[in-house]
């Protein structure tokens, strides 16, 4: 299994960005595919989540409104379009896969490398 994320970079506070997350390797039909970040000195934690069948999703709360998970079935592509970014959205953001609906890092099994997201104020 393979989960190639990418889209980072240096942003100005207010702007947006849109993150990818390549997936292959498996049939990821039964899938719950997230996204998660690291601050620097801080826990990873959980800010967004799909279902790769049916699209269900579920954000963190200090996301919520700002930013939105989709995919793209055809091209295995799962997206996290985030806007409004502020200072404290900074950190690595990392694309995971796993088959339960629990935004927590131990419950997926992929991770892909991490994209790091800097937003400056």
């Known amino acids: 299994v393979q989960l190639q994320a990418f889209g980072g970079g240096l942003v100005q506070a207010g702007g947006s960005l849109r993150l990818s997350c390549a997936a292959s390797?498996?049939?990821?039909?039964?899938?719950?595919m997230g996204w998660f970040r690291q601050a620097p000195g801080k826990e990873r934690e959980f800010v967004a989540a799909i279902t790769w069948t049916g699209g269900v999703r579920n954000y963190a709360d200090s996301v919520k409104g700002q930013f939105t998970i989709s995919k793209d079935n055809a091209k295995n592509t799962v997206y996290l379009q985030m806007n409004s970014l502020k200072p404290e959205d900074t950190a690595v953001y990392y694309c995971a896969s796993g088959t339960r609906w629990i935004p927590r890092a131990e419950a997926y099994d992929y991770w892909g490398q991490g994209t790091l997201v800097t937003v400056s104020s």
């Open positions: 390797g498996r049939d990821f039909s039964r899938s719950v």
